[in-house]
């Protein structure tokens, strides 16, 4: 497996010099304007590293997808993780889709945090983490790419993290605000979006304020051909929904140059279920579409609260101090159906009973850590910190109210240390670190669903406790010049609640149910890049794997988990030249991946992960143009077909090309935008729809044709 694809990785990297945005280079680059400020050359510090050490000194592939940059693709694409998965190769097309389920990065989840915070639910995952805060609210997103533990639990493709507005610059009221609105190709009514925002700031010394709220209402969304686009009424919709958002944070400087933070954020998303899906035909190429109907039940929502406190100390004891604590809570709501799995003939007749469920969860959690150079020996940079989580989750059944996956509280206790070395004249770094990860799950005695026996089910605590570490290396031989090495553990456990509401055998414990056993995959990675001049460039090869790693397989219409080793390689490259034409760019991505599991227990790793897994590899191409006022950018995004080593040619992907652009005029009064998504009206298949659930015409979904965003933003 290695040798092929080592030659396909050559033959793109000479093909093609491009791909995911190098490391410690901030995504918005090619947005930006030739001359920059002495802030935006300073050194990118990237707060999910858990260090106040640059990102060049760290051996990571990072991307910063800064506030410029952000604003654009969200504008272009509507959402955070649109706009991630848009400008990152390696990050698979999203399902466009509520549901974030079988979206990747580097073919594995990656965890979603806000200010560090983790947004995911790791005992029972509802795959809606992207969508916990208006974008609005977001003044950059840090991208740590491969399997780590630098947040903890989760990040076995790598951490997005998603870095809240910071506070007014200067004393007095500042404020921001936002209208836009969105048109589909058709000018259609129903189709048509709009979006308003604001933010107040005020700073008066050592005080600082912000309050801020958004409202947004999104149309149907129609394909490349016309067509609504099909309503996924089990999951959960962004199209035909309603969001709204509110964010505060209160700061104080205090006498010693320490910050004391209070953030607070509540983001609510509720479809408004005004269609109902209309089943596509596979075997003639038509998608599922969308009628005026009446959904039962409720409709699918997201609601997510954060509230966190943190207290920075950057010269405590000659180094820097943090304390974060936070809580926050999700309710996931799906939509309903006359499912097998929720017949119960104690209720209703089989075969007549609706029902839908809904996932319950809230953290607790603190992080403290500090970090200094040793004193009398200032090249070895130290850090040492704290991690502590409690999640309690339970999946129940709206309409009945009975559980579906039974109430579990998971606690995690994590230690850790970390260690980078300069050697002569930082021309070498060492870095390296342990994590020890204490985890225990408990759950009571419970009872599974009718329809899948019942059988009672005797709980337990089963605890894990791993330790786990990173290494690597950093050569900087000329000014411009790096090249990487290292390693990195991360840590995770499957799905719990899927697994524990599937046990159908009689007599199982908990305590020695070896399915709740964790997941430990790696990262090894080789990397170089130069920044020099006008040219950017960076390559880099990484290949990890998990002894016992977490796979959703689809069984009778609902997926569950089955554990299976997987292994996964992967290429990136990536290219950024400003051209002597002044204000103008081109830049580009490329990205491999090959991803293979043992599905038939054979011993031997040779089966391909599915589309449900592994995303497809991708080209990217950009074009920035920036005079005075105006600015513009065009970009393509290229998916090349995949073909997987199953015997169902179904399950092949075919690839398509999407196409979009952003014009911008700033004023006065404010910035004027037109962006387009899809420019040319691409009909084309999603990626999910075409490579998962390759016989339900009720999951064949099109993609979104050509849409117009107008906006207006202002800053007084």
């Keep these: 497996m290695e040798g092929v694809f080592m030659h396909s990785y050559l033959a793109g990297a000479l093909a093609l010099v491009l791909a995911t945005p190098a490391l410690a280079q901030t995504a918005g680059q090619e947005d930006a304007e030739n001359e920059r ?30 506030s410029e ?230 409709p699918p929502s997201n609601t997510a609260e954060l509230l966190s406190a943190s207290l920075i100390d950057p010269d405590l004891g000659g180094g820097t101090f943090v304390l974060q604590g936070f809580y926050s809570r999700t309710d996931d709501v799906f939509g309903g159906g006359v499912f097998g799995v929720f017949q119960d003939p104690a209720i209703a007749p089989p075969g007549t009973l609706f029902d839908q469920s809904a996932n319950q969860s809230r953290k607790l959690g603190g992080k403290v850590s500090y970090e200094r150079s040793v004193p009398d020996f200032e090249d070895l940079v130290l850090t040492a910190g704290f991690d502590a989580l409690f999640d309690r989750t339970q999946q129940s059944l709206v309409q009945t109210g009975r559980v579906w996956v039974p109430r579990s509280d998971f606690r995690s206790l994590a230690p850790f240390v970390q260690g980078n070395l300069a050697l002569a004249d930082k021309l070498v770094r060492l870095a390296g670190g342990l994590r020890y990860e204490n985890v225990q799950l408990s759950v009571d005695d419970f009872e599974t669903l009718a329809s899948y026996g019942p059988v009672q089910v005797e709980g337990g605590s089963p605890s894990f406790q791993d330790l786990l570490w990173n290494a690597g290396v950093i050569v900087e031989p000329i000014d411009g010049l790096r090249a990487y090495g290292s390693y990195a553990e991360g840590f995770t456990i499957a799905d719990v609640g899927r697994i524990l509401r599937g046990i159908t055998q009689p007599g199982v414990d908990v305590d020695d149910f070896l399915s709740l056993e964790p997941v430990v995959s790696n990262n090894r990675e080789l990397g170089i890049e130069w920044d020099r001049g006008p040219l950017k460039a960076s390559a880099s090869y990484f290949w990890s794997s998990s002894d016992f790693g977490s796979l959703l397989v689809l069984r009778g219409g609902v997926f569950e988990v089955e554990r299976q080793p997987i292994e996964i390689e992967g290429f990136e490259a990536s290219l950024d030249w400003q051209t002597p034409l002044p204000g103008f760019s081109l830049s580009g991505g490329y990205a491999n991946l090959s991803g293979q599991t043992d599905g038939d227990a054979d011993g031997q790793v040779d089966e391909d992960l599915d589309g449900a897994n592994i995303s497809p590899d991708r080209v990217n191409l950009a074009a920035d143009y920036t005079a005075g006022p105006f600015s513009a950018r065009a970009q393509a995004r290229v998916y090349l077909s995949r073909e997987f080593n199953d015997t169902a040619t179904e399950t092949d992907f075919e690839g398509y090309t999407l196409l979009d652009a952003f014009i911008a005029y700033r004023t006065e009064i404010g910035e004027f935008s037109l962006a387009a998504q899809n420019l040319t009206d691409e009909f084309y298949i999603t990626y999910d729809s075409d490579t998962v659930r390759v016989t339900d015409n009720n999951r064949f979904f099109a993609g979104r044709g050509r849409t117009f965003t107008l906006a207006w933003r202002g800053d007084f």
Excluded: C, H, M
């Design 69 to 298: 940059a952000l604003d654009r693709q969200v504008l272009i694409s509507g959402s955070t993780v649109d706009a991630v998965s848009a400008l990152l190769p390696s990050f698979s097309p999203t399902r466009e889709k509520l549901s974030g389920s079988g979206e990747s990065l580097r073919g594995r989840s990656p965890l979603y945090a806000i200010n560090g915070i983790p947004q995911s639910t790791p005992v029972r995952d509802g795959s809606r983490d992207g969508y916990t805060i208006d974008p609005f609210f977001i003044d950059r997103v840090e991208v740590i790419y491969g399997s780590n533990a630098l947040q903890g639990i989760g990040a076995t493709g790598g951490v997005v993290n998603q870095v809240t507005v910071g506070a007014p610059s200067e004393d007095g009221i500042a404020v921001r605000a936002l209208a836009q609105l969105t048109l589909p190709d058709s000018f259609d009514g129903e189709g048509i979006g709009a979006k308003t925002a604001a933010l107040v700031g005020y700073r008066e010394g050592a005080f600082d304020a912000s309050f801020g709220a958004t409202l947004e209402r999104r149309g149907a969304f129609f394909d490349g051909a016309g067509n609504r686009i099909g309503v996924d009424g089990t999951q959960g919709e962004i199209q035909d929904s309603d969001s709204w958002s509110v964010f505060g944070r209160l700061g104080y400087e205090l006498a010693s140059g320490a910050r004391f933070e209070l953030v607070a954020n509540r983001y609510e998303l509720e479809g408004n279920a005004n269609y109902v899906l209309v089943p596509g035909d596979r075997a003639a190429g038509i998608p599922a579409t969308s009628e005026r109907g009446v959904t039962p039940g409720d």
């Design 37 to 66: 400020s002495s802030s935006e050359n300073a050194p990118i510090i990237v707060t999910a590293a858990r260090t106040q050490l640059p990102a060049s000194a760290l051996p990571l592939t990072v991307d910063v997808i800064d």
